[in-house]
């Protein structure tokens, strides 16, 4: 291989210098959306009202706060296993893989080029040769047309070319924040759907766990209402009741069974949802083991104490809140690199190479050659696309800062319901559970008149149904007040983790 003759290096590197501190700046500006004005404190949060809770756990995650190891694994199962997980990680590939792509551009490219031939003899008798392009700015020139003994021809030619479009504007530089912020916002769908994953889990857990609940209380509820009728049969065999007390006793049985079937099909429904929630297979049942007195698996094992927040800290912690606004930062991204179409860019190129021919038994023909220059192009005529495209960008900047607004203030809305709606659900819980003491000790005094003597079994029967029945009313309270609690972490934001890729 010979060298390469040499070339004004000095007049290239004086280019290049130029060229590049053009590159750093950029006279391309944005206006962005104005930000959505927000309050200061939440009106239902209890800070907002003197209350002295403080936050009790991390909201990210939560559920490690639970003294409930079922409900623990089955999240970091589906955190780790769950199919819109896995399916919202690999957007976020794609995603990184078009930042390199976009950045690619603001580097000089580099290629490599080479060639080699061989014409027979036959091939040219009676034919000539036009001036042939083996690679760029390499032409082999023409042959004139052979009539007799035509010669053969080996031609070889190698090099490198180079070329640079200097970012004077801003423009790649435009489309590789794009690209990156994109990227951002695929991370916030990624954690908004781990937010939603982990809520859904919780969600049918607790309910799994508060029908089972239920479903031992009306089996309870049924071995009781069952021996009422006993009861009342035998009294009516004794002539001391009516037809009317056997008639009620057995309609209270019917539709206390009748509760069975619904509540059976309902807690395989939620279980083949978690199975699905951790990628399992529904067709399989899933079952939860027993509860312990350390981990009593209903809904108490729910923190009951509530976090506290700020409008400020919502906007920081929700997944949708933060990947619009990354949307926003985009497309703005976007409108600087349409608006920098207006300008002119310009270009770096430079190229080298070594090509030989051999035409028979002539002396061989060797060439080398360099070039490097720079250009720039300028858009004069384009029948108004670029302003176009520059209007279209503009507008999508502007209904992303207003969709933006718009989360915002869902965002505050389910933070405010949802501390309304588990304060409602506290003051009812309250006084269910004051109704089943209450329903409780009529029951305890109403089997001691009966074991005195002082009363028939009857109203001791149906007081301890009536106890069973507000248990069965505070389980159903308790149980939304746990929902609702999940739902309020879901509103502040929590219920998600960073996942490495």
Not at 36 to 46: D, K
Not at 289 to 313: E, F
Not at 442 to 449: D, E, N, W, Y
């Given at each position: ?15 290049l ?27 239902e ?58 950045e ?16 027979k ?15 760029p ?16 021809t ?95 006793a ?17 807690l ?85 190479g ?49 969709q ?98």
């Amino acid at each position: 291989m010979r060298t390469l003759p040499p070339f004004p290096l000095s007049t290239l590197l004086a280019a290049l210098t130029l060229c590049m501190v053009l590159g750093a700046c950029s006279t391309v500006s944005v206006n962005m959306p104005a930000t959505p004005v927000i309050p200061p404190v939440f009106t239902e949060v209890p800070s907002a009202n003197g209350d002295s809770q403080t936050p009790a756990t991390n909201l990210k995650q939560w559920w490690q706060a639970v003294p409930d190891p079922t409900l623990q694994t089955l999240i970091e199962q589906g955190l780790r296993q769950n199919a819109d997980i896995r399916v919202a990680l690999a957007r976020i590939k794609e995603a990184r893989a078009v930042i390199t792509q976009a950045e690619s551009a603001l580097y000089p490219t580099l290629k490599g080029f080479g060639a080699t031939g061989h014409i027979k003899p036959e091939d040219l008798q009676g034919l000539g040769m036009n001036a042939t392009p083996v690679a760029p700015g390499m032409v082999i020139p023409p042959i004139p047309q052979l009539i007799n003994n035509p010669p053969s021809t080996d031609m070889n030619v190698f090099g490198v070319a180079a070329a640079w479009e200097i970012d004077v504007f801003g423009a790649r530089r435009s489309d590789a924040d794009a690209a990156r912020q994109v990227a951002l916002a695929y991370e916030e769908k990624l954690h908004g759907t781990q937010l939603m994953v982990v809520g859904d889990i919780a969600n049918n857990y607790i309910e799994a766990r508060s029908i089972e609940h239920r479903l031992r209380l009306l089996q309870r509820s049924l071995e009781i209402a069952t021996q009422l009728r006993s009861y009342a049969q035998g009294r009516f065999d004794a002539g001391q009741a009516t037809r009317f007390d056997i008639d009620r006793a057995s309609s209270q049985i019917d539709a206390l069974a009748a509760m069975q079937a619904p509540l059976n099909a309902l807690l395989k429904t939620r279980l083949r949802r978690l199975a699905v929630l951790t990628s399992q297979s529904p067709d399989v049942p899933l079952t939860l083991p027993a509860p312990t007195a350390s981990a009593p698996a209903d809904a108490s094992v729910i923190p009951v104490q509530l976090p506290i927040v700020l409008p400020s800290d919502v906007l920081e912690q929700r997944p949708d809140v933060r990947g619009s606004a990354n949307q926003v930062r985009a497309l703005a991204a976007q409108l600087g690199s349409a608006k920098a179409d207006l300008l002119p860019r310009f270009y770096l190129g430079f190229l080298a190479g070594e090509g030989r021919v051999e035409l028979g038994s002539l002396a061989p023909s060797t060439g080398r050659f360099t070039a490097w220059g720079a250009g720039v192009q300028l858009p004069i005529f384009e029948g108004g696309r670029i302003r176009a495209n520059i209007r279209a960008a503009d507008a999508r900047l502007e209904a992303a800062g207003l969709q933006y607004e718009q989360i915002v203030m869902h965002a505050l809305e389910d933070v405010e319901n949802a501390y309304a709606i588990r304060h409602s659900l506290d003051a009812r819980t309250t006084l269910l559970a004051s109704a089943l003491e209450n329903a409780t000790e009529g029951a305890r005094h109403s089997q001691h008149l009966y074991e005195e003597g002082r009363s028939v079994l009857a109203p001791a029967l149906e007081a301890q149904l009536l106890a069973l029945q507000r248990e069965d009313e505070l389980v159903q309270a308790q149980t939304a007040r746990a929902l609702s609690t999940v739902m309020l972490y879901k509103a502040t934001g929590g219920g998600w983790q960073n996942a490495s890729l």
